[in-house]
């Protein structure tokens, strides 16, 4: 059944995906969560057809420096969660996406620092903690250290 044929579909999880490309997936006028997972890093190259979208969540994006810019140009995204950030390739060109308003990454390795966040996304509350290897950091839902039930652990 094609997704076109689930009119009240809100909220679409697609995961281990094997397409390494948005834009092989057919977007679908009414999903204003999105959540993929793949194999590898994922393109973020048609995010402009999921016209509804306001949370997007991906396991990794393929260039960071297009992913930024994909964001900036879907102005409707508000939540971004990046389960794997790219902490190693950082942005070439360090251009703002103040549209995120909520902000979940994993937190770097050997407790390093997230000030690299603030000026990519103004619009999320970051405070400058570190944390353990693996652990997450969620904004602005959580504080880190408090047991809130999300996926930070600080």
């Not at 579909?9 to 995961?15: A, D, F, I, S, V």
């Not at 994909?70 to 409707?76: K, M, P, V, W």
């Not at 060109?93 to 994993?106: D, G, K, N």
Request: net charge positive; hydrophobic share 40%; glycine share 10%.
């Amino acid at each position: 059944m094609p997704l076109a044929d689930l009119p009240a579909l809100w909220r679409l999880g697609l995961r281990n995906l094997a397409a390494d490309r948005l834009s092989g997936i057919a977007a679908h006028p009414g999903v204003t969560h999105l959540t993929v997972t793949g194999r590898q890093p994922l393109v973020l190259d048609g995010l402009r057809a999921w016209k509804s979208l306001k949370e997007l969540e991906v396991s990794e994006p393929a260039a960071f420096d297009d992913a930024l810019d994909a964001l900036r140009e879907h102005s409707r995204i508000s939540v971004l969660g990046l389960t794997a950030f790219p902490w190693a390739r950082r942005p070439t060109r360090p251009a703002a996406v103040p549209t995120i308003r909520e902000l979940s990454v994993q937190a770097p390795d050997h407790g390093g620092d997230l000030g690299v966040l603030r000026p990519l996304f103004p619009g999320s509350p970051i405070s400058g903690w570190t944390s353990p290897p693996g652990a997450y950091w969620t904004s602005p839902r959580c504080t880190p250290g408090r047991a809130c039930g999300c996926r930070s652990t600080g």
